[in-house]
């Protein structure tokens, strides 16, 4: 590929100049060689001015242009096969193509006259010929400590840092565990690739210090069984723990995925390491747990995305269309948790076997009120056959946002109907199992670009499931400056689907990172 310097906003070659040639310039004495290896090698030589495209015999220096193409060899036009003659020049680039013309004429013997005029004119660009050389020589400098340094042409790293220190604590009960101050932190780096400009290739790095949350530990250590739900069925939602906590120490393969446009407004995406959520169930509002709400269960959809395949992640693929650019997008995806499993145990290994979860969602997003405002509806379908508990589930979901100014609004609901344990069903009198959300944003509350945000939710309902637990979660997001922002928060759980306690709280202090 040839490399083009710019300069002064012109490529040099324009004017007949090749790419680190002016460099050499230095006396009016010393006239360098400037274009024929570089020019002839990669662009061809212009030998007549009807190569020139947009010169014509009308315009009036067109004798001018002739004669310096064809009697004196120096202009060279650009790649295009152009002459741009209407644009307005400086006085480097005179010099430039003073000295290439100088060197032509000597290389052709010119006359004595021709030579004293041409060698007047670049004495009189000495002071503007010997600054570009400054120039030149520094850029070129830099150039080869750029290219010898960086990681990648093709590659840009993005990084992220979440540090949370938490609280938590339980009221109205005697605690069955003293709770303590945690921290935890998560680290992602992810190196987006594109080989076309149109392609992205995705691998990300994750690690962690496998830190906890006070409803993550009291959960595990307690148990969280919603009687009369068989045991470990409530691996299936996230029912209020932070969504970054347990990330180990082992730096793992957190993604691992290809995504290509092999036609107009449609991606697809295939990779062996890739996630439900990444496909469908995006929410402005209410998706990412680095900058918006702590908890999984405010990230997705309880049911929809399901922790049993999307914890873990799998081999898969997915597609995103926007049909024809207009406001409605066409979403859909497959994981495979155990797809890496080449011998069949039980007909639960191999990408076409259980446990595997396929989604689908039809997106109508446009904005209204002369484009202030915005809003989308998102219609979602899920069937997902989930391992350790074996439960078939289809589940069918709403996930809505509307936005008027700095004031926004936001919520999910899912239902899984006929669930089924070992192809049996889970509630046989009244056989569903519910999820809700919903909040509210405002937007550069008392600080430009930060987000106050609560939202209030019930992530498992279920018959015979009572009382019903209940999560609020409040947080308000304060960037420090682009790269840093700081966000306290507090989340609460009330009547937490376990016979130990009533309500439990805990305060949280979020500090994120990105680069």
Not at 39 to 53: E, I, K, W
Not at 140 to 153: D, V
Not at 493 to 512: A, E
Request: negative net charge.
């Amino acid at each position: 590929m040839r490399k083009v310097l710019l300069w002064a906003g012109v490529p040099l070659f324009a004017l007949g100049v090749a790419p680190g040639a002016l460099a050499q310039v230095s006396a009016p004495t010393a006239v360098d060689r400037l274009i024929k290896d570089e020019q002839d090698s990669s662009l061809g030589v212009v030998t007549s001015v009807s190569q020139l495209s947009d010169v014509q015999p009308t315009d009036w220096a067109f004798q001018a242009v002739q004669s310096l193409v064809e009697r004196y060899g120096c202009v060279a036009g650009y790649p295009d096969g152009t002459f741009r003659g209407n644009r307005a020049a400086t006085r480097y680039e005179l010099a430039a193509l003073v000295n290439a013309c100088l060197d032509n004429i000597s290389d052709q013997f010119a006359t004595q006259e021709d030579l004293a005029a041409l060698r007047a004119l670049q004495e009189e660009f000495a002071a503007e010929l010997a600054t570009l050389r400054g120039r030149v020589d520094g850029l070129e400098a830099r150039t080869a400590t750029l290219e010898a340094q960086q990681f990648s042409t093709t590659t840009k790293l993005e990084g992220s840092v979440i540090l949370t220190a938490q609280f938590g604590d339980q009221i109205n009960n005697a605690a069955p565990s003293p709770s303590r101050v945690s921290v935890l932190s998560e680290v992602g780096l992810t190196f987006n690739t594109s080989f076309t400009g149109e392609d992205l290739l995705q691998v990300a790095l994750l690690t962690g210090n496998g830190g906890n949350d006070f409803f993550g530990d009291f959960f595990d250590t307690f148990g969280v069984n919603p009687a009369p739900l068989p045991a470990g069925l409530d691996g299936i939602v996230n029912l209020g723990a932070i969504e970054y906590r347990d990330t180990g120490t082992a730096v793992e393969l957190d993604r691992l995925a290809y995504e290509f446009s092999p036609v107009k407004d449609l991606s697809l995406t295939v990779g062996a390491v890739v996630y439900p959520s990444d496909f469908i169930d995006g929410n402005s509002y209410a998706n990412d747990p680095g900058v918006d709400f702590n908890s999984g269960f405010f990230i997705n959809n309880a049911l929809v995305i399901n922790d049993a395949i999307d914890d873990p992640g799998g081999a898969g693929f997915g597609f995103n269309w926007n049909v024809n650019g207009g406001p409605v997008s066409l979403r859909g995806g497959y994981v495979a948790s155990q797809a890496d499993r080449a011998v069949d145990v039980g007909g639960q290994n191999g990408l076409f076997n259980d446990p595997h979860q396929a989604v689908f969602e039809v997106e109508y997003a446009n904005a209204f009120a002369g484009g202030r405002n915005n809003f989308a509806l998102r219609l979602q379908y899920a069937h997902i056959d989930s391992l350790a508990p074996a439960v078939e589930q289809n589940v069918l979901g709403v996930n809505a946002e509307a936005t008027f100014g700095k004031f926004g609004i936001f919520g999910r609901y899912g239902i899984s109907l006929d669930p089924q344990l070992a192809n049996v069903d889970l509630f046989p009198a009244n056989n569903n199992i519910q999820t809700w959300m919903a909040g509210i944003g405002i937007a550069d509350l008392l600080v430009p670009g930060s987000m106050l945000s609560v939202a209030a939710g019930q992530p498992f309902i279920a018959p015979g499931a009572q009382p019903d637990q209940t999560n609020f979660e409040g947080f308000y997001r304060i960037p420090v400056n682009d790269n840093v922002t700081i966000s306290p928060g507090v989340m609460v759980i009330v009547d937490p689907q376990n016979v130990n306690t009533n309500t439990l709280i805990q305060g949280v202090l979020r500090t994120t990172f990105s680069f």
